[in-house]
């Protein structure tokens, strides 16, 4: 049997290409699962244009965020059963605690990376590496919570230990920012949202944004509608210098989640910010597979929607890369039913 998949033969969108292959049988221990919808991240983008520091085996499949349901179990499969629907794991291995590596050797193996990635018609991986799907959401939309979805529950929840009363702020309305909104007002905080562009922040406050707020000149909206309280969380997506944009808007002994390096890798900030108002600067890589059983379950308990752009045929994936370069309102779906 045969199945169609999305292989890089060489970095670049040029070296994309739809190929038919050898549909894969589960090995022991594993389960295969029939590809429903695979959700797009800013990260594929740089791992399809340059691999993203990694040296890929070509071909190679990119793609880390899948929908689907298992339809074959190899020998000793025995975690999930036939016509089960389950999402991916985004760091394979990292089930709970602390993710194994060092100061020298950080972690990072993730999918559609150092391992092999899920924009295929069927993959076959080990049990381990998935979740159950939250019963409240079709495909599309569960298959938004492996990487976008974890992140803003890891950087609020897992580890900012959000609170009701709390204010959060989110940069821009991506999908880690949209998420991060409704996560937070499931929680009961103030949420202020960041957009350069006036339709954005509408929509957003549609969504239930609290503040939602013109980029230029933010941080002196936030000190003004806080009376220069500050806010308690910050979910910086741009990274990079604005760093220091964040010290300035972040409450004393607030915490800011850094996710993003829009703006570059090297960071920059006042350490007078950082250490007077005692704030915690924390880095996410997404989250482990134990909070992302508990973000299904927060899902399924609050009735939350995972904010969908676009959906794009499968066939159509080089124009949904060309969207993610546009920037979406949050996620950005290739769907293959």
């Known amino acids: 049997m045969t199945m169609t998949r999305w292989e890089m033969t060489d970095y670049g969108r040029a070296n994309l290409r739809l190929a038919c292959v050898p549909r894969p049988e589960p090995r022991a221990g594993e389960v295969l699962v029939k590809v429903a919808a695979v959700a797009l991240n800013y990260r594929d983008k740089l791992v399809i244009d340059n691999g993203l520091g990694t040296h890929l085996p070509f071909p190679f499949t990119p793609g880390s965020d ?20 389950v999402i991916s794991v985004f760091f394979p ?18 999918l559609g990376g150092n391992y092999p990635g899920v924009l295929a018609e069927y993959v076959a991986m080990p049990e381990d590496w998935f979740v159950a799907a939250p019963h409240s959401l079709d495909p599309v939309a569960a298959s938004t919570l492996t990487c976008a979805g974890l992140t803003a529950w890891f950087a609020l929840v897992e580890q ?25 007002k499931a929680h009961g905080a103030t949420v202020f949202v960041t957009s350069g562009d006036a339709a ?29 309280r500050g806010v308690d969380h910050i979910l910086d997506i741009v990274g990079g210098a604005h760093l220091a944009r964040s010290l300035e808007a972040v409450a004393v002994q607030g915490r800011i989640a850094l996710i993003g390096v829009i703006d570059g890798v090297e960071l920059a900030g006042a350490a007078r910010h950082l250490m007077l108002k005692n704030a915690v600067v924390q880095g996410i890589r997404v989250g ?10 927060a899902i399924d308990a609050n009735a939350i929607q995972p904010v969908i752009d676009r959906r794009y045929a499968f066939d159509a994936l080089p124009a949904a890369l060309d969207h993610l370069d546009r920037g979406a309102f949050g996620k950005i779906v290739v769907t293959l039913d």
């Not at 609170?163 to 937070?184: E, Y």
């Not at 969504?207 to 000149?217: F, N, V």
């Not at 482990?288 to 379950?297: G, S």
């Open 160 to 184: 900012g230990r959000l609170k009701a009363g709390a204010s959060v702020l989110v940069q821009g309305t991506g999908g880690v920012a949209l998420f991060g909104l409704q996560i937070a």
């Open 66 to 85: 899948l929908a689907g349901t298992v339809v074959a179990t190899g020998a000793g499969a025995t975690r999930f059963a036939v016509g089960e629907r």
């Open 200 to 228: 954005k922040r509408e929509r957003a406050a549609a969504l239930g944004a609290d503040h939602a707020i013109a980029r230029d000149g933010w941080v002196e909206t936030v000190h003004r509608l806080t009376a220069d």
């Open 288 to 297: 482990h597979r134990r909070a992302l059983d508990d973000l299904v379950r």
């Open 93 to 110: 291995g990292w089930i709970d605690g602390s993710y194994a590596g060092s100061a020298a050797n950080p972690p990072g193996a993730a």
